[in-house]
């Protein structure tokens, strides 16, 4: 019998290979669109849950509460230290500092460099407690002793191959940059993807006091590591947040305690909170949108499928007559269904598999230690066959259990008689169906409408100053740079106009607050200001205005000068920006004078105001060196400028950007939501496209009489296409008064994050309305015209 079933399903299904292609088509691409999606989330979902002790391993994280209150994810210095030194209830405790932009150099034993690296984020100076916490394997080298001394590094297996070309580097030398060197004292495996902690270098904690001042391993107030705790077994982390709130009162000064606090998460947050990639309530976000998507992908099987239904009427009524029951017909149904389910998901995890080299790119675009791997293949592990095995039963139940039901429970004498009550039930049922699909194509337009404006809204914002046609170059942190030999060798390059050195251009991601005191007060100001270390050129580079005061004085090098923004001057109260200039300021560790006052400017993205500005004439704390040139090119002369860098300090790494591209990072997240956006758009779109398909179909044939009635009586075809118009405008328009409220709704939460924003207005919900009339008209006028022209004596005949 099930051989029965089987070759007549697929006699069946070939017979109607078209309308089959179509209804495996959409549930092919809706599938592939939730795997897609799914996977992601799954990848994102199991970062850190790998390490030995993940349900008793916490992080320590700090809240600044000045002007506001600044979530970071780091904690004082001493603090591990403490922890593991004076609670019993502590089973080990770790501190870890994450490398930004350090060279490290690969001696060729001829007093020069064989290999120079600019390291970022893939490398940290740790303790051997790391050990303890983290899952780490290891290939060669004492996990004990490794990390216990100066001077020591352990590198993966990828980074020995990168330095040394061989993963049997133990004993090998790196000197970091410039200043010492470090002995391999270990090797380990490569970390696996989804990790936060994806270091491929760890360096002994004990090399700090080595390139740093003692005194700074004691600060309480700075937030330069991440702590994370071993808790032993049975400790409650009440126990952990009553030791933090002790050793704040006990270490930190009376004055600046009541400015932290401190607060624990579980290891497996480090993802999805504060320093992470993947807040939970996107990933939530992202599964919902799955789920729609292949929700969506099953409505419009469903409404094909019924609309094939009157098709089989006939074949229906003779099972019946010769003796088949009900079941036997819900048994047939589902193998057809079954059977073209089976080649939709064959054929959505190969379109899934094809996107993942894009997916996976796109991640990586987001964070460039990120080296994501996501396939298919990730489908076979356990905890995804928990969700995947589920989704393909609900999608073969979902799509093709209410056709089965319908078909199976034709009346036998009225289906051979041609005679079906082809009521309106059904009709209502795929009316919902279809309006939901209105819905959901129109919610998304109206998300897909509000962040592209809101992104050339953006793009539009004037920052206040120049950037485009500039290069950075960033100096070396930890010995002093040739200055003026590399000022005056890049202003002999043709085309080079100007050349400044600073802590950071105008608008920075880098935009940490500093607290300072005004004038003759002893207190600090009760809001903060972002701090730029500059030279003299800085202003006329970023094309800076002054409407005060003067600019700094080149001969003057004692870093006691500053120059202060409009918005500055306005939170002092002050009524004139005359009124700051001689005034004094104690910022930094150091009382200064403003000498002058600029125009506002933007100092950071667009998710904030204009902030209160000091630039700080201090270029020994400068980072970056900035070229203007005298036109705006495109290709600016990096070669020549790198000649320049190699000739003025050979030990150093080069490394550039333009200032422009800078700039665009503000806008990298927003520019990934629009990609995603726009493509589940489509998606919804396509899919709203076969769902009419089906609606329309079944209209023309369920309604055929009618039409041919309406024909011989002398109705037009205008006329007759108004009777599909009319149904799906009524369709379209509820969806619309749905999707409308909802996506202002949703649209609206999502810009207040911008401090300069657009607002949904009447003209975004017109274009929506528009644009979603056009498409439906185009998916549903060939064949409603095809329906309405037709000849009426084909459907009035007796059958």
Known sequence: MLSHFLSFAWRRIWREKHVNIIRAANLSIGLASGLVIFLVVNYMLTFDRYHPHVDRSYWVVTDVHRESTKQTDAAPRPLADVLRRSYPFVESAVRLETLFGRMISVPNGKG??????????????????????????????????????????????????????????????????????????????????????????????????????????????????????????????????????????????????????????????????????????????????????????????????TAQALQRSREVGVRKVVGSNRFQLLKQFMIETGLITLFSVLVALVLTQLAMPFVNQT???????????????????????????????????????????????????????????????????????????????????????????????????????????????????????????????????????????????????????????????????QFETRVRAVDGKYLAVFGLTLVAGRNFDAADTTGQRVLVNETMVKRLGLSSPAQIIGKRMRIKDADRTIVGVVKDFRSGDSHSPIVPVTLIHDRKHTAMAVLSF??????????????????????????????DRLMKSFTKMEDLLAGFVQIFACIAIAMNCLGLYGLVTFMAETRAKEIGMRRILGARTAQMLWIFGKEFSRLMAIGFVLAAPLGWWLTSGWLQQYAHRIHVNGWILLATIALMAIITTATVLGHALKAAVANPVRHLRVQ
């Not at 169906?433 to 592209?452: A, D, H, K, M």
């Not at 036109?631 to 860098?645: C, D, G, H, M, Y």
Request: proline content about 6%; aromatic content about 10%.
């Open 112 to 305: 020069g460099w064989a290999k120079k690296f600019n390291e970022a984020r893939n490398m940290c100076f740790t303790e051997p407690q790391y050990f303890d916490l983290f899952g780490v394997e290891w290939v060669s080298g004492n996990p004990e002793t490794a990390l216990s001394s100066p001077n020591a590094i352990v590198l993966s297996e990828r980074y020995a191959e990168k330095y040394f070309n061989t993963t049997a580097a133990m004993g090998k030398t790196l000197r970091f940059d410039s200043r010492v060197d470090l002995t391999v004292t270990g090797i380990i495996k490569n970390p696996p993807t989804n990790t936060q902690l994806r270091y491929d270098g760890l360096i002994s904690y004990a090399t700090i006091p080595v390139i740093e001042s003692q005194a700074g391993m004691q600060d309480w107030l700075g937030l330069q590591s991440m702590c994370f705790v071993l808790m032993r077994d049975g400790s409650k982390t009440d126990q952990l947040l009553g030791a933090l709130r002790a050793i704040k009162k006990k270490y930190l000064p009376p004055a600046e305690s009541s400015h932290f606090s401190y607060h624990i998460l579980p290891l497996e947050e480090l993802n999805h909170q504060r320093s992470g990639m993947a807040p939970r309530v996107v990933l939530y976000s992202l599964i919902a949108v799955g789920l729609l998507l292949v929700g969506a992908s099953c409505i419009n099987y469903i409404n094909l499928a």
């Open 630 to 659: 005298t036109s705006r090119q495109q290709n600016l002369p990096e070669k020549a400028v790198q000649t320049i860098w190699e000739q003025v300090m050979p030990d150093h790494l080069y490394k550039s950007s333009s200032v």
């Open 363 to 525: 991640l990586n675009d987001q964070d460039e230690t990120l080296k994501p791997s996501i396939s298919i293949l990730d489908l076979l592990e356990p905890g995804a066959l928990l969700w995947f095995l589920p989704l393909l039963i609900g999608v073969t139940l979902l799509s093709g259990f209410y056709p089965a039901i319908v078909l199976s429970g034709f009346n036998p004498a009225k289906a051979l008689a041609g005679r079906l009550d082809r009521g309106a039930g059904g009709l209502n049922i795929r009316r919902t169906l279809i309006t939901g699909q209105f819905l959901l194509t129109q919610l998304f337009l109206i998300v897909v409408l509000v962040i592209t404006a809101q992104l050339r809204h953006m793009q539009k914002i004037d920052w206040g100053f120049h950037n485009e046609g500039m290069l950075a170059i960033w100096l070396p942190q930890q010995v002093p740079a040739q200055y003026e030999r590399l000022r005056n060798g890049w202003q002999r390059i043709p085309g080079v106009e100007s050349v400044t050195f600073a802590s950071d251009p105008p608008a920075s991601p880098y935009n940490r607050p500093a607290s300072f005191s005004y004038h003759t007060a002893s207190e600090p100001e």
